[in-house]
């Protein structure tokens, strides 16, 4: 059986402050990417890496992956104007190159989460060959609200009990055959989702879920980068 991972870096990260994508930033000296690329190059049980990220920082990346030694087992395909764009066009890509098996796995893990242990890795790997399909979540510690939009802000509508409510995180794994198929029918119906696991539920497939952790943040508004120089510091300081 293959393990493959997709890595989605094509976003603009317009939520960040400046001209720079969230992914490319330094974090200890080291593009966030190559930090993600890392942790999946540490997993022995990974066969190949799919990078998807927009065409003109193709040949930049191209060149970061050889300086961090990384080009045997890492392929970068054009990303496309929505997160599921880019999956799709790397599982396309891996479709085309090795001939994925349908019992082979694929893992999808934002780009922006550097962040992300092996063990962690590890155990979603082992969970999907459980469930056909895991994904990394965790379980939340706010109350959460369902809210409505009004002119005045939000106003809440209901309180949904937190025991119920789990955050998705990545990596998100799944069965090649079962997330291609997903993807195919998201796609006639004209679904986009903000994750994997979205388009997998809608297809009817049960998601587990492996418990994930802080550390594992996304980089997404200004001060995530702050609380991930603090965590690289303290993970190598260890
Ligand atoms: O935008 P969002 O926070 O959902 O981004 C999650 C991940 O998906 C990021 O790593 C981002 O680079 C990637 N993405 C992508 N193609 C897009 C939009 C986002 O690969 N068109």
């Known amino acids: 059986m293959q ?10 990260g317009t939520r960040m402050a400046g001209p720079q994508p969230k992914q490319f930033l330094s974090l200890g000296g080291v593009p966030i990417l190559i930090h ?6 540490s997993v022995p049980r990974i066969t190949a890496i799919v990078v998807a990220v927009r065409k003109p920082e193709m040949e930049r990346v191209r060149a970061q992956i050889a300086e961090h030694g990384f080009e045997g087992r890492v392929q970068v395909v054009e990303g496309g104007d929505s997160r599921q764009e880019s999956v799709a066009h790397a599982l396309a890509a891996i479709e085309r190159g090795s001939g994925a098996a349908p019992d082979d796995i694929v893992l999808v893990h934002d780009a922006v989460r550097p962040l992300i242990d092996a063990a962690t890795i590890d155990r979603t790997i082992d969970a999907v060959a459980l469930h056909g399909a895991a994904i990394v979540g965790m379980p939340a510690v706010d109350t959460i609200k369902q809210v409505e939009r009004t002119a005045h802000g939000a106003l809440i509508t209901s309180t949904i009990p937190r025991e119920f409510i789990v955050q998705a995180q990545t990596p998100q794994g799944f069965r090649f055959k079962l997330l291609q198929s997903a993807f195919a029918e998201a796609m006639a119906d004209g679904f986009v989702g903000t994750d994997e696991a979205s388009v997998v539920e809608r297809a009817g497939h049960a998601v587990a879920v492996v418990p ?3 550390v594992n943040l996304k980089i997404t508004q200004p ?9 690289l510091q303290q993970q190598r300081a260890r």
């Open 3 to 12: 393990v493959f991972a997709i890595l989605p870096a094509a976003g603009l």
């Open 36 to 41: 993600s690329l890392r942790a999946f190059a």
């Open 212 to 214: 994930g952790s802080a």
């Open 223 to 231: 001060g995530d980068l702050e609380l991930a120089e603090f965590y």
